[in-house]
């Protein structure tokens, strides 16, 4: 967005101007009642046409150093816990030690799949409306049998 009040905020992030100059450059500033209605008719309240692509929220950033560190976390622990199952297994451990490992792999590869579908997976929607169904009626291909 290239308007000129969201590059007052970029300039207020970045300290090149005070938070007095913004609002009293902004003071003046008044929406009238065709501006307002076009913003909430923009496709805020209004219906989607069919098989439209509507993106809820901007897509979080999965190329962040903290989701590859803790993806590189969840991996080495999804291996070692495997490995270590696997070896209790060959070792003929106690069925209460083994479920443990069991657990704590399946549990890092839970944690795994909410990371991803939270910060990694973009998040939009394809919008689809239910059409009426209509099930009409069939000619019955079967003979009726009488006892």
Known sequence: MEDSVSNLLRKVA???VSVEDAREVL???ELTEQEIDAV???GVHSRAELG???SASLAPSGGSYLIML???WGIFFTLMWAFSFIYGLAM???QQQLSFHLAM???TLI???IIYLKYVLPDTIVVKHAQNKYIPEHAKDWREYKW
């Open 14 to 16: 970045r300290g090149e």
């Open 27 to 29: 003071e003046g500033v």
């Open 40 to 42: 909430i008719e923009h």
């Open 52 to 54: 439209t692509i509507v």
């Open 70 to 72: 803790f993806f590189t």
């Open 92 to 94: 003929d451990w106690d």
């Open 105 to 107: 792999t399946i549990v």
């Open 111 to 113: 944690f795994m799949g």
